[in-house]
């Protein structure tokens, strides 16, 4: 069969194609590149327009990168999609649902274990990067944990996905006020593809990863 192989023309030609397709203009230019990886992991330039981010965003994330904060993320998938090799501060990932004591905490807390988890983190929470692809219940925890002022991340990623709670959870990180800097997508899509693929572009920009 005839199908290009190589693998920088096929990531070069796709980022061309995002960029001749998305509209970008309003999008500040430290977070184009994290736009169009978005873009990328999901097939779909619509994105653009879902995309919402506070003041600074990108420079509190990469700050937060080169300053080594560890990565708390709500699921292992998030965590899996990391491109490890580009942490050159040496961050460390932990996925919060597989924390040891997850499960007790959610029956205590009546909640889920991924929310749970970042109970389970809390003395890892304050100057953390948050990435959340997967559990709205997990964002709305860590906004509820923020409000102490020594838990709060130094970045927040907020793309969980689904029908209950997702959109919702998400508009409440963009209203916060509690000075978190954050990108965030609006409404029901996201996942834990999409998340990673945001902190991704904040190390690697366009490249491969």
């Not at 997967?134 to 970045?155: I, K, Q, S, W, Y």
Request: charge should be negative; proline fraction near 5%.
């Amino acid at each position: 069969m005839d199908y290009l192989r190589d693998g920088a023309e096929i990531t070069r030609r796709s980022f061309a194609i995002i960029e001749a397709e998305c509209e970008l203009s309003a999008v500040p230019a430290d977070l184009r590149p994290l736009a169009k990886r978005v873009v990328h992991s999901g097939g779909m330039p619509d994105l653009v327009a879902d995309l919402a981010w506070s003041d600074g965003a990108g420079a509190a994330g990469r700050a937060a990168l080169e300053a080594g904060a560890p990565i708390l993320c709500d699921v292992a998938m998030v965590a899996a999609g990391i491109a490890r090799r580009h942490l050159s501060a040496g961050n460390a990932i932990e996925a919060a649902v597989a924390q040891p004591n997850a499960a007790r905490l959610a029956g205590e807390l009546q909640t889920t274990r991924t929310a749970a988890g970042f109970s389970a983190l809390a003395d890892r929470l304050s100057g953390s990067i948050a990435v959340i692809g997967n559990a709205p219940t997990a964002l709305f925890h860590l906004l509820e944990l923020a409000e102490d002022p020594a838990l709060r991340p130094a970045f927040v990623i907020g793309f969980p996905v689904g029908f209950v709670g997702a959109a919702e959870s998400k508009e409440a990180l963009i209203a916060n006020r509690l000075g978190l800097p954050f990108v965030a997508l609006r409404g029901r899509r996201g996942g834990s593809a999409m998340a990673a693929a945001a902190l991704n572009a904040l190390m690697i920009g366009e490249e491969a990863a």
